[in-house]
């Protein structure tokens, strides 16, 4: 078993992961931190509590963090998102709470207990993950690996030239790749690939009360066509866990604009080494055929399990 400590900003494409990850049968979810990003940080949070109860995730901690950037303005994504961050979801109310405490301080002493066990796997903005490695610069060695959703080598999507996650939080995100580990990047060149497309969509259909939430969200996210539809882009990295046989990794030194007037929130990728270290490995492919087989696969199990 994998274990993973997901930090995330709930979201539609993040319910879909964590749907993901609840059904993975090689993954082990041990906590849930959530961040302010696509919505504000008592949306997300409450999100991530129902979502908690309707993947059937038991006890798993679900603890808030960060309400919004670390020095900067705060940047919301409800226009596609929708006011809740659910889209047209409507889940039970969760019977559970919320755990105590800072979501970056859950990050620090999960990983403490664990060293080298725990995977630790963002999508959302990177502020706790930052927090966390600035109280404690050791998580990056107790860290199993870092993997995130975010940034791209080619595009932006909230802006031309940045993806919203660090958009979100650009300062943090800096802190984060570099911090001393090789962070595992899954962007925007790899998400939009992985695309639900009609066919996609009536293989989600049957899956139960499961369906209740992906055929939803994926209809509220984006138009879906026989050729195309809504990217799922935090599936992605939740995917690269479960199989890093997916995706095509490219050693490469990544930095984060930061003051740019029109690329802030850039993530800077030079893929020409030279003499010097990656502190990132950047998915550049991504096999879209074996990525919905594996996902489509684990949905069925999870709504097996689900009714």
Known sequence: ??????????GIDDAMALALAAGAPGLEIVAITTVGGNVDLSLTTANALALREFLGLGDVPVTAG??????????RAAT????????????????????????????????????????????GPLTNVALAVLREPRV????????????SF??????????????????????VFGAGWTVKMLGLDVTLTATVTS??????????????????????????????GPAIHDACAVAY????SLTTMTPAVVNVETVGE????????????????????????????????????????LADRLG
Not at 155 to 175: K, S, T, V, Y
């Open 241 to 244: 866990v479960m199989d890093p």
């Open 154 to 175: 080619t595009r932006g999507n909230h802006n031309p030239a940045a993806e919203f996650n660090i958009l979100a939080d650009p300062e943090a995100a800096q802190i």
């Open 199 to 228: 066919g996609v969509l009536d293989r989600m259909k049957p899956l139960g009360r499961l369906a209740e939430l992906l055929v939803p969200a994926a209809q509220f996210y984006g138009l879906v066509t026989a050729e195309g």
């Open 80 to 123: 596609v998102h929708g006011e809740s961050g659910l889209g047209g979801v409507v889940l039970p109310a969760p019977r559970l709470t919320v755990a105590d405490g800072h979501a970056a301080d859950r990050i620090i002493e999960t990983l403490r207990a664990a060293p080298g066990e725990i995977t630790l796997v963002a999508i």
């Open 262 to 301: 029109f690329t802030r929130g850039m993530t800077v990728v030079d893929f020409r080494l030279r003499d010097r270290e990656p502190n990132a490995l950047v998915a550049t492919g991504l096999d879209v055929t074996r990525f919905w087989e594996l996902v489509l696969g684990t949905y069925r199990e």
């Open 66 to 75: 960060s309400s919004g950037a670390l020095l900067r303005r705060t940047v």
């Open 1 to 10: 078993m994998t274990k993973v400590l997901i930090d995330c900003d709930p």
């Open 140 to 151: 990056v060695e107790w860290a199993r690996d870092m993997v995130i959703m975010g940034g």
